[in-house]
Nanobody, 125 residues
Framework: QVQLVESGGGLVQAGGSLRLSCAAS?????????MAWFRQTPGREREFVLA????????RYAESVKGRFSMSRDNAKNTVYLQMNSLKPEDTAVYYC?????????????????WGQGTQVTVSS
């Protein structure tokens, strides 16, 4: 079992920035693992945001966040980050990090093996 814990959510004004963290524990991640971020609002299904192989270089973006969101990682800390810039009110959601033990990014939440508890991001207008 791999545990994922998100942090860094909060309230921010439109146009602002936040950086979310996803810290992994339980075992060390390897480069073939894919990390992803999803988000969910009440009454809607979980939607894909961004994913990349742990080593990087194979990023996939949702069109709604391309150019505004990016991923990075700290290998020593087994932590990945979601940098969110130019935030919009429609970005408001609970954000979840996820991991998949296949080195191929997928937009389907059902294909991910591990999930964090979520962190709330609220963007005010």
């Amino acid at each position: 079992q791999v545990q994922l814990v998100e942090s860094g959510g909060g309230l921010v004004q439109a146009g602002g920035s936040l950086r979310l963290s996803c810290a992994a524990s339980g075992r060390t991640f390897s480069s073939y693992i894919t990390m992803a971020w999803f988000r969910q609002t009440p009454g809607r299904e979980r939607e894909f945001v961004l994913a990349d192989r742990w080593r990087g270089g194979s990023v996939r973006y949702a069109e709604s966040v391309k150019g505004r969101f990016s991923m990075s990682r700290d290998n020593a800390k087994n932590t990945v980050y979601l940098q969110m810039n130019s935030l919009k009110p429609e970005d408001t959601a609970v954000y979840y990090c996820a991991a998949r033990e296949i080195g191929l990014a997928s937009t389907s939440p059902s294909l991910y093996d591990y999930w964090g508890q979520g962190t709330q991001v609220t963007v005010s207008s």
